[in-house]
């Protein structure tokens, strides 16, 4: 007697048909469409990361700059000028200024340099600041730089603005005639001495900021056909002895950038970064991402 055998029944076949068909008509489409999603937040997550870890590194280092110190430049131009007024050249690439130095100002448990001056116990080759412990503020500076606190310069908050060469873009500053005014140690931890000629003559305020670097960014690199560059960050020279940011020490900050724009209004820098991929492209065949931030 022979057995009987189970089997697919016609109708079981042509569902399993018109199952099949459909998978191979949407299924390769989901695929592909979930790949693309996932592609386009891979993507927007790392251009995000990377123009706004660049904005927020230099906003956090353009907080203690000391204000009318900022400047634009046009390396092509070969041209500057300074921005609290506005910027006049939208062709700048650089952005530049004078920093104060706010990890002596924090120090550890109080403040390396008080930003205080007795004026009644200072004379022409001596400023003392009750407070300071200008020792401490020079190995902490070596430890953060190739510099020393001989190499520094200090800023006497209300001191009028010298627009013979402020800051030393325009060369060494050999006297204590301008706004900035080279200072050396003296040995004694709460009194610093004029690097240069003395302070006879000249304006003392009771208030200061110390800085032992300018800083300035720029992007670099940049390729035409790719439309990205390399931002950097440059920091440890200091233009009150001649030295231009090409002097300094340079990180880099991001890679594969687009756009580095700033705008200035008074008081105010507004900095901007874009991000750019080859992996997503938009109706004009590119794709970025980009962040801003204005700083006080």
């Known amino acids: 007697m022979m057995k009987k055998r189970a089997a697919f029944t016609m109708l079981e076949l042509i569902f399993v048909i018109v199952v099949m068909g459909f998978l191979g008509t949407y299924g390769v489409e989901f695929l592909a469409r979930a790949y693309s999603n996932f592609i386009f937040t891979k993507v927007n997550d790392d251009l995000q990361s990377r123009s706004e870890t660049a904005v927020e590194f230099i906003a956090k280092r353009l907080e203690f700059r000391i204000k009318k110190s900022s400047r634009a430049i046009n390396t092509t131009a070969g041209t500057w000028n300074y921005i609290h007024g506005g910027i006049s050249d939208d062709n700048a690439d650089v952005l530049e200024w004078i920093a104060a130095d706010d990890d002596g100002f924090r ?174 492209k938009d109706e004009n065949g590119e794709y970025a991402l980009c962040k801003e931030k204005t700083v006080f």
């Open 107 to 280: 120090g550890t448990t109080f403040p390396l340099w008080s930003g205080v001056i007795d004026l009644t116990s200072s004379t022409n080759n001596a400023l003392v600041s009750p407070g300071s412990d200008f020792g401490g503020v020079s190995a902490l500076i070596s430890n953060l730089s190739d510099s020393t606190l001989n190499d520094s310069a200090i800023y006497f908050i209300d001191s009028k603005f010298s627009f013979t060469n402020p800051w030393g873009y325009n060369g060494a500053i050999a006297n204590q005639d301008e706004t900035l005014h080279p200072i050396q140690t003296t040995g004694v931890n709460d009194t610093l001495a004029p690097n240069g000629s003395n302070f006879s003559g000249k304006e003392i305020s009771e208030y200061y900021k110390l800085t032992w670097t300018a800083n300035a960014v720029r992007l670099e690199n940049y390729n035409n056909a790719t439309k990205m560059g390399d931002l950097y960050f440059y920091y440890d020279y200091q233009p009150w002895q001649g030295e231009a940011y090409t002097s300094g020490k340079r990180v880099l900050l991001a890679e594969d950038i687009s756009a580095f724009r700033f705008r200035s209004a008074g008081a105010l820098i507004k900095i901007q970064v874009c991000a750019k991929s080859d992996l997503l």
